[in-house]
């Protein structure tokens, strides 16, 4: 019979957070048989090890509807499922080394890159998402930031137009799907590094993240790419507020070093 532990990753508190399964033992398992235990857990992503080479884990994620390369709240609950420490789990993304001490555990991501995001994929995807151009802050162009996954970046200048997220569902699933994102980060910058940010999950089968660690990455990534922060430099992330399941994500940016740390807390959830 195959474990499954539960976990919140990105709070302290088991009413907060963003919730992932985490199999410890999935050796046993193919590719329908993870997905169906993703299914029926009903996170946005379940962690499975499938393996464990040499000082290693490889560690694989999927959603109720599909794999996923990366995902940060599944390695935060499994590094800390794992125990204190340092941890390397091998992604389909790349390596991705964990530290976990007192329950709080920092990933330190793949190298992250930004490319432009296209003017019709822009327009299609602000229509999805009901958004206008005049919604937007312009300080914090639109771009595709990947830290592992794929994720646009989308800020508003208004803290009240996250709180007023109304997406079309098909559409928004038939461009993401057709262009490989995994979420939307859609970010308002409430002062020089603390960001309140929300994520669409409509391919994973849920409708948004309460904590996407993935997405934090990739914005850390983003910010030093186009010069918006220093190159060492601490981010604190906001998201769950409004779906009523408080997460906080540190983003740390150290200088000389390619890959995005991020951190936070997690803690098992009781049956």
Not at 51 to 65: H, I, K, N, T
Not at 149 to 159: D, F, M, S
Request: aromatic share 8%.
């Amino acid at each position: 019979m195959t474990e499954i532990q539960r976990y919140v990753a990105f709070s302290a508190d088991p009413d907060g957070g963003n919730p992932a399964g985490v199999v410890l033992d999935a050796s046993g398992l193919g590719d329908e048989a993870m997905l169906a235990i993703a299914a029926e857990v009903g996170y946005s992503e379940t962690a499975f090890v499938t393996g464990r080479p040499a000082g290693a884990y490889r560690v694989r994620y999927f959603s109720p509807l599909t794999e996923v390369p990366f995902c940060g709240h599944a390695t935060v609950a499994t590094a800390v499922a794992l125990g204190p420490g340092d941890h390397l789990f091998v992604t389909n993304a790349g390596e991705v080394p964990v530290s976990v001490t007192a329950g709080v555990a920092t990933l330190t991501s793949v190298p992250p890159s930004v490319t432009d995001l296209a003017e019709p994929d822009l327009a299609a995807l602000l229509e999805a998402l009901r958004f206008k151009p005049a919604d937007l802050d312009t300080a914090l162009p639109p771009r595709v930031a990947y830290a592992g996954a794929h994720h646009p970046v989308i800020a508003v200048a208004g803290r009240e137009r996250l709180a007023a997220l109304d997406y079309d569902v098909p559409a928004l699933t038939e461009l993401m799907t057709a262009r490989g994102w995994i979420t939307i980060q859609l970010v308002f910058r409430a002062g020089d590094t603390e960001f309140d940010v929300r994520n669409p999950f409509p391919v994973g089968g849920v409708y948004e993240d309460p904590a996407t660690g993935a997405a934090a990455a990739a914005f850390g990534g983003y910010l030093r790419a186009l010069g918006l922060t220093g190159d060492d430099a601490t981010l604190h992330l906001r998201q769950g507020d409004d779906l009523g399941r408080p997460s906080r994500i540190t983003v740390r940016l150290v200088a000389g070093e390619p890959g995005v740390r991020v951190s936070g807390a997690a803690v098992p959830i009781e049956e």
